[in-house]
Structures are given as structure tokens and as C-alpha cells.
């Protein structure tokens, strides 16, 4: 790592705010469900489809949590009033998860009430470890409930996810295999890239096996390069698996994947708690704090 990376991220939780939002812009639509709109129709044009996240997590409040699900019902709304090709994903602590399990549940519910009326798909993000077994409790009272309706991402940087893999597999489950963002001690978590990476793949291997339609969501070329061929071997049409691609990483990547014929989508989110989300791509790739520097500067000085 280099000392540039080391320094941007050392000084994350100081740096303030304002700049913080100017360097990651690039990740999320904007404060409004306009924005991500307007983003998902330019996605589309470009050949991709998305999935809409309203940016908000750890809410300690039950007024937050339902606050935020009268956001997603919004969103759900736009999605059928525009026809945007795009489903929704939600955090389970944005529902209420760390103030009761049950809590959280009863608002996932709210909004695959609606969204299966709609046929939308609604995928519940993976958070962090001290969440994993309650986010899948939610996710298999919900699912008894709202058959294919929802889904559940598998994160490939922890030990567990290859015997999860094998426990949840199955022709009806949709499951999103990420490397997975949150930094886990090594006794429950693989801290290796390459050992991250071949996880990654058996733990693809297993899902693709059973029948599972998967979202290999990565931008990491070897991986994509990789699971191409797994899908090749295994002889997959391409309606049974997608890539998935954050917003502002990599257009050149997604384009190389749509020109080749394969679904691709992208996470687009928006609104006013932007400030985890931006920390945690910066902290991921703090190239991007270089880059917006010398626009920063290089604006600074022509202006
Ligand atoms: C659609 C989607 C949904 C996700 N959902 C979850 C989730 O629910 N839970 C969870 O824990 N994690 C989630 N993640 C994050 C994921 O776990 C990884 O942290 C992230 O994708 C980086 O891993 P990578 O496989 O892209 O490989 P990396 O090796 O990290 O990245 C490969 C290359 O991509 C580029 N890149 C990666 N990140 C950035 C960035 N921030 N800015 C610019 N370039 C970058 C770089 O060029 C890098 O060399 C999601 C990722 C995607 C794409």
C-alpha cells in the first residue's frame, strides 16, 4: 500500500465532510429519488440495468427506520410510474435491525408487500459479521413468506460463507456473491486476496451447481475473467446469472461486460446519508481521494 493510500485513509475520520462528498461523488446518484431516476435511465441507455439503494444504515431510531421504508415505498412507485429496469436493495440495520430482529423483519415485509405486488425484487445487503445470522434469519421468515420475491448476498471474505453457500443454494434462490466490504478479524474472515479470490470461486461453483441464479458482483477483472468460464463450463444460459458493479467503479469493465452479451447491474444509491457509504469506497480505494485532489487543485488554479 502506498503511503499516498496509507495517509487518505489514516485521515478519513478527520477530513471534513465537504471534501469527503467531493471526492466521492462519483458513487452516488445524488440526495434525491430524481437523481437516481434520471441515473438509472442513463444505466439503461447504456445497456445496463440497476438496483436502487437508499443510502441510510445503523438507525438506532424505530421513527428512522420506518421513515426509511416510506422511502423505499417511494422508490417502488418511481420504479413502476418510469419502467425502470431496476430492482431495490435494503441494509437490515436501516430497518431497524439493531434495535429488534422482529422490528426489522416486519419492515422488510412492508416493502416486499408492495414490491412483489409489483414484481420487483428486493435484495437485503449483507452488513457486517455481528449481523450475518440475524440478516439470515429475516431473510428465510421472508422468503417462506415471499417466495423469489427476495435475496440475500454472501460475503466470500469469511470462512462460513462456503458452508452457507451450501445450506442456501437452490433453483428458486437469487444470492449476490460479493468479496464483502467489512474488515473482519482473521479467525472468522480470510484476510488474503488470493485467498479471498479462489473462496470467491468455489463459493460461486457451489451456488451455480445447485441451480442458483447468482449476481457476481465484483470488479475485479480476474474474477470476471474466472466466473465467465465457470459459466461457460457449466454450460449457463445467461438468464441465470448477472454481474453487479457499483456505481462509479470501472465503466470501462461494465461496458466490456454488456458489449459481451451478459446482464449487468449496477448499484446505484442516493440520498442524504451519503457519509458511511462514501467513507467506506474511499477507504476500499483511496486512488480516487488522488484523482479528486488534482481536479480539486487543478479547478482551484484555473479559476
Ligand atoms: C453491486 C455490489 C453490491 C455489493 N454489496 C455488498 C454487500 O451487500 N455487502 C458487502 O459487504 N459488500 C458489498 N459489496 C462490496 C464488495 O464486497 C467489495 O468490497 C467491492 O466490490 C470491492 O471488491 P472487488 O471484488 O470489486 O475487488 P477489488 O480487488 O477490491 O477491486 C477490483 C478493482 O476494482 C476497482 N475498484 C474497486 N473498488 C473501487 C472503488 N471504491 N473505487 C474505484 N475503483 C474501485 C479497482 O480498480 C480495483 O483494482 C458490493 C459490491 C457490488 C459491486
Known amino acids: ?21 467531493y471526492f466521492a461523488r462519483r458513487y452516488v446518484a445524488g440526495d434525491t429519488l430524481a437523481d437516481a431516476v ?25 421513527d428512522l427506520a420506518r421513515a426509511a421504508v416510506g422511502e423505499y415505498l417511494a422508490v417502488l412507485d418511481a420504479i ?29 415485509a412492508a ?3 408492495k414490491a412483489h405486488s409489483q414484481r420487483i425484487f428486493v435484495r437485503i445487503d449483507m452488513e457486517d ?34 458452508a452457507d453457500a451450501v445450506a442456501l443454494g437452490g433453483s428458486d434462490v437469487n444470492i449476490r456473491l460479493c468479496k ?20 470467491f470461486m468455489n463459493v460461486l461453483e457451489v451456488l451455480l451447481s445447485a441451480g442458483t441464479y447468482v449476481g457476481i458482483a465484483t470488479h475485479d477483472e480476474w474474477l470476471v475473467c474466472q ?13 441465470r446469472y448477472e454481474f453487479q458493479m457499483l456505481l462509479g467503479v470501472d465503466p470501462q469493465l461494465r ?31 483511496p486512488q480516487i481521494a488522488r484523482v479528486g485532489l488534482e481536479a480539486f487543485l487543478r479547478g482551484r488554479v484555473e479559476s
Open 1 to 21: 500500500m502506498s503511503l499516498f493510500d496509507r495517509a487518505v485513509r489514516l485521515t478519513l475520520p478527520i477530513t471534513p465532510r465537504p471534501l469527503i462528498r
Open 38 to 62: 434520471a441515473t438509472v435511465q442513463r444505466l439503461s441507455a447504456e445497456g445496463c440495468c440497476a438496483t436502487i439503494d437508499v443510502l441510510g444504515e445503523s438507525v438506532t431510531s424505530r
Open 80 to 108: 413502476r410510474e418510469h419502467g425502470l429496469a431496476s430492482n431495490v436493495s435494503l441494509k437490515p440495520t436501516q430497518m431497524g435491525l439493531a434495535i429488534d430482529e422482529e422490528f426489522c423483519r416486519d419492515n422488510i
Open 111 to 113: 416493502i416486499l408487500e
Open 129 to 162: 459479521s455481528p449481523t450475518t445470522d440475524a440478516t439470515l434469519r429475516v431473510y428465510h421468515s421472508l422468503i417462506a413468506r415471499f417466495p423469489r420475491g427476495t435475496g440475500i448476498v454472501l460475503q466470500a471474505r469469511l470462512r462460513r460463507t462456503l
Open 180 to 199: 464483502g466490504i467489512y474488515l473482519e478479524p482473521r479467525e472468522i474472515a480470510y484476510t488474503e486476496r488470493d485467498i479471498i479470490r479462489n473462496n
Open 227 to 239: 466466473s465467465l468460464a465457470m459459466v461457460r463450463r457449466l454450460g449457463l444460459p445467461p438468464d
Open 255 to 285: 461496458r466490456i461486460i454488456t458489449s459481451a452479451g451478459h446482464r449487468l447491474r449496477v448499484y446505484v444509491p442516493f440520498g442524504s446519508h451519503w457519509y458511511p457509504y462514501s467513507v467506506r469506497r474511499l477507504r476500499e480505494n
